[in-house]
């Protein structure tokens, strides 16, 4: 890909041509002319020649593809700088390996005031098992640790944190051994996290902010909340990411409101919402998901945080002040709370006004035919994670052996909430799962559970356009005249039309189709790779050396 030397300018006319342009207004385009970062026009190579001499830049894709940037929808974007560039157990292949990685870090990093380490997840390990404070003890040589499982639900930490928060022997949730879960982890979650200098946070999130450019991420969803995170954190990253190129950052936080100044306050802190993790209740891996029936490996139904009369006021509070609401819910009783929360909140405030206000639900996992009609019903977006079914779905993943299964293959039926008419926004929850658009998209399309594939154009669509949508925005997300110049360049094989399954045809090259191709997204299939991140006209990303 080559450019014109012509100088930045906010509001340059720049024409990009010779390569493939992902637009519905235009299946076969081959250029589009950005000006005062939109899109201005869109079209064919030969139409492109009329404006090459009047604007200020001319860039030769080459053959390269332009899509409209992604959205990853659901973010923490501090955790994700600081799994980045700290103790990273996701590779971690047994409990000693774990450790040892631990001891490794520790020696090299004397000066760190705590180890904040993140990933792993003993399911993948022949022990089964996480390590006890013992073992890590040993491992840290006396230093604080603070280890979140995977999900960051539960936590190993040392006894040396534990020193730092008194009183957390008696909070719901501590272990003298095991992982801590609840009250418990959240305090020791806030003791690690108090030992982070401002400037260390700022520094990993300008590095998760930087790693999502070059994946070709234009906007994020941070998740932020009082039980993940805190004020000065959430309002940090606002405003690196104000202050800087980048992607957009739009934050929701996560507490519940009661009245107007509740409202108010959440305005005042930045967000555009009070969703995102409010939870209802935890995760499936560390079994504090809630669930209708036992656990299959283990004698209770998990956790339930918020019930049904507490979601509907705080539904109906954040629709009376015009405020979108949200919840994190995972488990299937959880989802029937948030279910009959939300109707109960439609009763008082009115349906048409809670549909308007596209209220939303995180992971939103274990659904039955009946809370996808009532999501319908309500007007809900499903704000999903398909990389949770590629790392934990299939007979003999992690799904099934907290559910057994046949719940198991329920999970995540991303095909039954596109025929309700359920809109989908795609993200990574990172560091939960990696920043990874086309293997976000690529999972959804080949779900480990037949019937809950979807097509590659409707991911990529959850995961750009589904995105801003969630945020009550329907004029971003996709590459038509008069819409934010959100846009990556990527460098890839040959455009193909893919279908979820062998039931209709997979996938056609035959222009004739109307419909505009995208990459080849098989499992085994090179991945694209971004070239280039623009938001709102601005460069953002370019690939070194391109």
Known sequence: MTESTAPQSEHRTVLLRGGDVHSPADPFATAMVVERGHVAWVGSE????????????????????????????????????????????????????????????????????????????????????????????????????????VDVHSAVVSTALLDLVPGVTTMPGYDPEGPLTAAAHHAVRAAAHDAVTPAQRAEAQRAALRHAASLGIGSLHECGGPDISDEDDFTGLLKVAAEQPGPRVFGYWAQEVADEKDARRIRELGAVGAAGDLFVDGSLGSHTACLH?????????????????????????????????????????????????????????????????RHRVEHAEMLTPETVAAFAELGLTASVQPAFDAAWGGEEGMYAQRLGAGRAATLNPYAALL????????????????????????????????????????????????????????????????????????????????????????????????????????????????????????????????
Request: proline residues 8%; aromatic residues 6%.
């Open 46 to 149: 030969g139409a492109a020649d009329a404006f090459a001499s009047g604007v200020d830049e001319v860039i030769d894709l080459d053959g390269a593809l332009v899509t409209p940037a992604f959205t990853d929808a659901h973010v923490h974007t501090t955790s994700t700088g600081l799994a980045l560039t700290g103790l990273d157990l996701s590779g971690a292949r047994t409990l000693g390996d774990a450790l040892a990685r631990v001891r490794a870090h520790v020696t090299a990093h004397p000066a760190d005031r705590v180890v904040l380490g993140h990933g792993w997840d003993a399911t993948r390990w022949p022990e089964q098992r996480p390590p006890s404070r013992t073992e890590l003890d040993e491992a840290a040589a006396g230093r604080p640790v603070y280890l979140p499982r």
């Open 293 to 357: 029936e036992p656990y299959a490996d283990a004698p209770h139904t998990g956790t339930a945080h918020l019930d049904a009369a507490r979601i509907a006021a705080h539904v109906a509070a954040c629709t009376e002040a015009g405020l979108q609401a949200g919840f994190h819910a995972i488990g299937d009783a959880a989802l029937s709370s948030v279910v009959e929360g939300v109707r109960a909140a439609a009763e008082k405030v009115g349906p048409a006004r809670v549909r308007a206000a």
């Open 419 to 546: 025929r309700a008419g359920v809109p989908l926004a795609f993200g990574s929850d990172s560091p939960v799962t990696p920043l990874d658009p086309w293997g976000t998209v690529r999972a959804a399309a080949f779900h480990r559970t037949l019937e809950h594939r979807v097509s590659v154009r409707a991911a990529f669509t959850a995961h750009t356009r589904g995105g801003w949508r969630a945020l009550g925005r329907d004029d971003a997300g996709t590459l038509v005249p008069g819409a934010p110049a959100d846009y990556a360049v990527w460098r890839t094989d040959q455009l193909v039309v893919q279908a979820p399954d062998d039931r209709v045809a997979r996938w056609s090259t035959d222009p004739r189709s109307g419909t505009p191709g995208l990459p080849d997204l098989s499992p085994g299939a090179d991945l694209p790779v971004c070239l280039r991140t623009v938001v709102l006209g601005q460069t953002v990303y370019v690939r070194p050396n391109e």
